[in-house]
């Protein structure tokens, strides 16, 4: 079975500030990695995929995700955020046509 | 090109009364899809269709939740009659035909449903 576990429900951190989301999953197969972002009263919108390749991959607004298959686990990162990265963030994984989710981490971004 | 759209954005009913949503996926995609968050819990999937057909529908509830898809077109989802446990956001997605399995799926920006 397919679980994805976001450990840190809320994250507040400074502006211009490095952040990383944490995202581990259990798979007994090989998935495809995603990460969502969800701005106040929007949809999910997809900042960065990996389904195969390079284990580090870039995504929009200046972040970046890490695959790494030891530890299962796609953490998010960003060297430093804006104010308008305050959002809700997940991961998820695939398997054939469905997606896991976690349970979403809440970014703050603090002026 | 016009994303998922779902209606309405927001619903507020009483307990045992009926309520309908919809959704309008991204024209030309085979797939859609059904997922539910209730509040600060993971957002869990509910069904998948391909086309007009039902693909998976082991996410759904139980038999008060009915999906449909006219046409392979647009889809409803109808609860019938409602408790107070449907409370949540319920989002729509879709996805491109693609050989072994979708790639990505893209979303509206969901319904939230509050029973009373």
């Known amino acids: 079975a397919q679980s994805v576990t976001q450990l840190d429900s809320q994250v507040p951190v400074f502006e211009e500030a490095p952040v990383e989301l944490r995202c581990n999953y259990s798979?007994?197969?090989?998935?495809?990695l995603f990460w969502y972002v969800q701005y106040p009263n929007q949809g999910l919108q997809l900042l960065l995929k990996?389904?195969?390749?390079?284990?580090l991959v870039k995504g929009i607004n200046g972040f970046e995700a890490e695959f790494n298959k030891s530890q299962t686990s796609f953490h998010l990162r960003k060297p430093s955020v804006h104010i308008s990265d305050t959002a809700e963030y997940f991961c998820?994984?695939?398997?054939?046509?469905?997606?896991?989710f976690g349970t979403g981490t809440s970014l703050t971004v603090i002026p | 090109e016009a994303g998922v759209t779902q209606f309405p954005s927001h619903s507020v009913i009483e307990k045992g009364q009926t309520v309908t949503l919809r959704c309008d996926p991204i024209?030309?995609?085979?797939?859609l899809y059904w997922y539910r968050r209730v509040m600060g819990k993971e957002i869990k999937f509910l069904l998948h269709?391909?086309?007009?057909?039902?693909?998976?529908e082991s996410g759904m509830p139980n038999n008060r939740f009915l999906a449909e898809r006219t046409g392979g077109t647009y889809s409803t989802l109808k609860v019938q009659p409602a408790e107070l446990e449907d409370s949540g956001v319920y989002f729509c997605?879709?996805?491109?035909?693609?050989?072994?399995?979708?790639?990505?799926?893209?979303f509206g920006p969901g319904t939230r449903l509050t029973v009373l």
């Open positions: 998820a994984v695939s398997f054939g046509n469905q997606f896991y």
């Open positions: 024209s030309g995609h085979d797939n």
């Open positions: 997605a879709s996805s491109p035909k693609v050989a072994g399995g979708p790639r990505e799926q893209f």
């Open positions: 990996y389904l195969s390749g390079s284990t």
């Open positions: 798979s007994s197969v090989s998935v495809y």
């Open positions: 269709f391909v086309k007009e057909s039902k693909q998976d």
